[in-house]
Nanobody
Framework: VQLVESGGGSVQAGGSLRLSCSAS????????MGWFHQAPGKEREGLAL????????LYADSVKGRFTISQDNGKNTVYLQMNALKPEDTAMYYC???????????????????WGQGTQVTVSS
């Protein structure tokens, strides 16, 4: 599966962006898909996950109430709506996927098989 992100850019603090992640093929109902980000000099960390088979999304504490993940199975696409952006949200944002439930080691980067190339998000104060 190839993943392609889009929608990054530059925005002022308090603004919004919507990221998209398109998969190269149909994603069946047994995949965990989500978003991670990585700032320069820092480790990649998980932000939001959604299971294609249904159920509640998972969010990191740092983005709860600000970010919303959603999926459009007909388009093989996952979105990340980011509101109330902060300068500390500045990072490269990556889409990830794996054939497993999201609740199993959800934020473990090594357990995701598929990654996109990333899209840059820059938030200025």
């Amino acid at each position: 599966v190839q993943l392609v992100e889009s929608g990054g850019g530059s925005v002022q603090a308090g603004g919004s962006l919507r990221l998209s992640c398109s998969a190269s093929r149909y994603i069946d109902a047994n995949f965990c898909m989500g978003w991670f980000h990585q700032a320069p000099g820092k480790e990649r960390e998980g932000l939001a996950l959604v299971y294609t088979g249904g159920g509640s999304a998972l969010y990191a504490d740092s983005v709860k109430g600000r970010f919303t993940i959603s999926q459009d199975n007909g388009k093989n696409t996952v979105y990340l709506q980011m509101n109330a952006l902060k300068p500390e949200d500045t990072a490269m944002y990556y889409c990830a996927a794996r054939s497993a439930v999201c609740t199993w080691f959800p934020w473990s980067v090594a357990r995701y098989n598929y990654w996109g190339q990333g899209t840059q998000v820059t938030v200025s104060s």
